[in-house]
């Protein structure tokens, strides 16, 4: 069955440490790839995302994920932390010739001030 | 634009009883989504509409139901409520469902079985 992993379940950094937040998918086609985040209060809304081209992909307040075709894996990270980045972090999968997502189980960011 | 909007956006219902729960999806978008979101699950697909046809649905029993009306707007149903069925059920539109599109998810309505 098709299926997103995300390993780290609760992550704890202080600011200005690096971030990097695993993800990996099972599927042997062809997907769409994403990161969202849901700010504590708010609604889930779109960090970045990768359907095609360069596998680097940068989103928004510097975040980026990399996407690694032969790891089935779609890793994001951030250089320098900052306690607003605060949240729960989903990452997703849209197999092609489907018409839905598969998230993972979310990742829990607390950064310290 | 205004955003997605859900109704309502708490519950409290008893086991056995059914439930309705509304979603509007962000004016001009034709793909309506439907997850179900406990801790520890993260978001679960339920199912996806598109032009009032339902396109592709996930592993959940026959209880959970949906539709979608001619103007866009989605509601789901869950029949013969069971204690697990508490959650979060989160609604997501897009433009036309193309896979690539980003999904605009609104807030929720919280249901608890009781």
């Keep these: 069955a098709q299926s997103v992993s995300q390993h780290n379940h609760h992550v704890i950094l202080s600011e200005a440490a690096s971030l990097e937040l695993g993800c990996n998918y099972s599927y042997g086609g062809t997907v769409n790839l ?44 951030k250089p320098s932390v900052q306690w607003s980045d605060t949240a729960e972090y989903f990452c997703a999968v ?7 997502y598969i998230f993972g189980t979310g990742t829990r960011l607390k950064v310290l001030a | 634009k205004a955003g997605v909007t859900q109704t309502p956006r708490y519950l409290i219902k008893t086991r056995g009883q059914q439930v309705t729960l509304s979603c509007s999806p962000i004016s001009g978008h034709r793909s309506v989504s439907w997850y179900q979101q406990t801790p520890g699950q993260g978001l679960q697909f339920l199912f996806e509409y598109f032009s009032e046809t339902q396109r592709n ?17 989605s509601e789901m149903n869950v029949s013969t409520l069971e204690l697990g069925d508490s959650a979060l059920y989160l609604c997501a539109s897009s433009p036309s469902g193309v896979l690539q599109e980003t999904q605009y998810f609104g807030p929720g309505t919280r249901l608890l079985v009781l």
């Design chain 2, 57 to 73: 649905k996930g592993n959940f029993p026959g209880r959970f139901s949906g539709r979608q009306f001619s103007n866009s707007r």
């Design chain 1, 94 to 100: 849209t197999p092609w010739g489907t018409y839905k």
């Design chain 1, 34 to 77: 994403f990161w969202y985040v849901q700010y504590p209060g708010q609604h889930l809304q779109l960090l970045l995302k990768y359907f095609s081209g360069d596998p680097l992909v940068k989103g928004i307040k510097g975040f980026e994920a990399e996407f690694i075709k032969s790891k089935f894996s779609f890793n994001l990270r």
